[in-house]
């Protein structure tokens, strides 16, 4: 199936996590995010503390210093997990049917609790 964009989110709407516009698309039948910059930049902002971890390794930094960085770094993943899962089932809310709508937010749920 092609790629359709469904709706767009707005400005001062009630749910735009990632930044104003985003449009919600929908490939094969689920909704995906079209814009997903913000996401992509805190990826790479993770990737940096990570690579800052694998430094404090090699100059061989305290113990309790790497610790508390990798606390940061499994936090900051835990924040962009829950951004995709919120914005996954807020969209499939607005864009699928109830029946599709249940079996993604079904999934979602799932997702959750593996985290």
């Given at each position: 199936?092609?790629?359709?964009?469904?709706?767009a989110?707005a400005?001062g709407s009630?749910?735009?996590?990632?930044?104003v516009g985003?449009e919600?698309?929908?490939?094969?039948?689920e909704?995906?995010?079209?814009?997903?910059?913000?996401?992509?930049d805190r990826?790479?902002r993770?990737?940096g503390?990570?690579?800052?971890?694998?430094?404090m390794?090699?100059?061989d930094?305290a113990?309790a210093?790497?610790?508390?960085?990798?606390?940061?770094a499994?936090?900051?993943?835990d924040?962009?997990?829950e951004?995709?899962?919120s914005?996954h089932?807020?969209?499939?809310l607005a864009?699928l049917?109830?029946?599709?709508?249940?079996a993604?937010?079904a999934?979602?749920?799932?997702?959750?609790a593996k985290?």
């Amino acid at each position: 199936m092609g790629t359709v964009v469904v709706a767009a989110v707005a400005e001062g709407s009630s749910f735009d996590p990632v930044g104003v516009g985003r449009e919600k698309v929908v490939t094969g039948g689920e909704p995906r995010m079209a814009d997903n910059r913000a996401l992509r930049d805190r990826l790479r902002r993770i990737e940096g503390q990570v690579r800052g971890i694998i430094k404090m390794l090699d100059e061989d930094r305290a113990c309790a210093d790497i610790v508390t960085q990798v606390f940061a770094a499994r936090s900051a993943l835990d924040r962009v997990a829950e951004e995709v899962i919120s914005t996954h089932v807020d969209e499939c809310l607005a864009t699928l049917p109830p029946e599709q709508a249940r079996a993604a937010i079904a999934r979602a749920v799932r997702m959750l609790a593996k985290v």
